[in-house]
């Protein structure tokens, strides 16, 4: 019995101090590690892709006139980090930071602003300013068009498809 | 969990796993890490095991305290280790392998008993054993793709899976929903089954025995502790009161 006892009490003296002395000396986490969540305000294009795709659903897209608000609720953020795999111009990241206690939730809500544009037919407001430069110039180019001949991009969904039934009813008659 | 965080990239919400696959694989650099972590965790686990089987103390507080029997054990279907340690070899890595478990199948460890002790060696054994298969794993693990092409998931579907985690048996059910989420999920945990014997393991044992009798089926209380509900119209968080929570449950 002496001598477990004794193995025991090795073992206990063999490792001594395991823990780290953090906070007085910084703990970095690994690389890869899943932190507090940052969007590049500079980046997002507010396609809402991130908002789909958020399992605790902390994302608010809200259209207001002429602005699209994203409105990221990060106290309730579960680092799983699904809306920067999905987002399509890598505009949120995950940081290392980790030290994020606070006394108000609303301390880590981040908001993005950004300007919508308006439907040339009908003036509704219908996608943000940053998706239609980005259609504009990538998609055009994969389509081999010209940003200028496709004017349908400047119409709302609804429009689109109105003036390209109007077309067809045109050609058929 | 440092060995967690650098695999997955969080200590304790791994975030792995989706409809598919996981999202991220072992590379090359991480697995001899690996490898150190589990060899030093093994030499360490044998120093304990070594000191704890000769420890007559252990042996006069633990032996014939909490006895579940056999019959009694497969009248209350606890799960895992408690099971286990009262000689039924039960573990759904064997019994219906899943993932990848018919190819590095453990080798299932029972002690007769039914007591504290043989549970507690039940545990110290599988750690044992589980790390043996981690070895296996890193050795025989086929590289290539981590997930399948998953597009639409439909909704109103039924899902419903057995898995054994270190506690024992634990069940997962699901509803699809729309836009790829779950409608329903319910989760029966291991605690949950284990809970039920512990009546029987009280049974006749003092009040001194009941803190280790309770903590030798090692149970989970933390999913129940409290509930936090977010009203998406109003965004408004509150926290359901123990009176509130009984209201619901009775319904």
């Known amino acids: 019995m002496l001598l477990s006892k004794l193995k025991e009490a090795l073992i206990c003296f063999k490792n001594l101090r395991v823990t780290l002395p953090y906070p007085f000396q910084p703990a970095p986490p690994p690389p ?28 608010d897209i809200k259209d207001l006139d002429s602005k699209r608000i994203l409105e990221f609720q990060l106290g309730r953020c579960t680092y799983c980090a699904r809306c920067a795999e999905v987002c399509p111009t890598v505009a949120i990241a ?80 | 969990m440092w060995l967690c965080e650098l695999i997955t990239g969080n200590r304790k919400t791994y975030g792995m796993n989706l409809i598919g696959g996981v999202r991220r694989d ?19 686990l044998k120093e304990i095991i070594d000191a704890i089987l000769g ?32 000689g039924i070899a039960i573990d759904s890595r064997v019994n219906h392998p899943y993932a990848a478990y018919s190819e590095i199948a453990p080798q299932v460890i029972t002690q007769s008993d039914g007591d504290i002790w043989a549970r507690t060696i039940v545990r110290l054994l599988e750690t044992l054993e589980s790390i043996n298969m981690v070895r296996r794993a890193m050795r025989e693990m086929p590289g290539g793709g981590i997930m399948a092409d998953v597009q639409e998931i439909p909704p109103g579907q039924e899902g419903i899976s057995y898995i054994e ?47 280790i009798i309770i903590g030798s089926i090692d149970p989970c209380f933390s999913c129940t502790e409290r509930l936090e509900v977010v009203d998406t119209r109003t965004n408004k968080a509150r926290i359901y009161t123990q009176k509130e929570l009984l209201a619901l449950s009775k319904r």
């Open chain 1, 32 to 59: 890869g590690f899943r932190g507090r969540v940052e969007v590049d305000i500079n980046k997002c294009i507010g396609c809402g892709a991130c908002a789909v795709a958020c399992p605790p659903k902390l994302i």
């Open chain 1, 94 to 173: 995950m940081t290392p930071d980790f030290e994020l206690a606070t006394d108000n939730k609303a301390d880590l809500n981040i908001s993005v602003e950004l300007t919508m544009v308006k439907c040339e037919h009908c003036g509704e407001a219908f996608t943000t300013q940053r998706i239609m430069n980005k259609l504009a110039t990538e998609v055009s180019k994969e389509l081999g068009m010209e940003p200028a001949d496709m004017k349908w991009l400047h119409l709302c969904p609804e429009c689109r498809t109105a003036s390209e039934v109007e077309k067809m009813m045109e050609a058929e008659s």
């Open chain 2, 26 to 44: 072992i590379t090359s650099e991480q697995k001899p890490k690996i490898l150190e972590v589990v060899g030093k965790i093994e030499s360490q």
């Open chain 2, 55 to 86: 420890d007559t103390t252990l042996h006069l507080r633990l032996k014939d305290v909490g006895v579940l029997t056999k019959d009694a054990a497969r009248q209350f279907c606890p799960v895992g280790p408690t099971v286990r340690g009262s």
């Open chain 2, 165 to 211: 985690a270190p506690r024992g048996e634990c069940m997962h059910y699901v509803i699809t929903g729309p836009d790829n989420r779950p409608y329903r999920w319910r989760v029966r945990a291991p605690s949950y089954m284990n809970l039920q014997s512990v009546p029987a393991m009280l049974m006749g044992y003092s009040i001194a025995d009941a803190p």
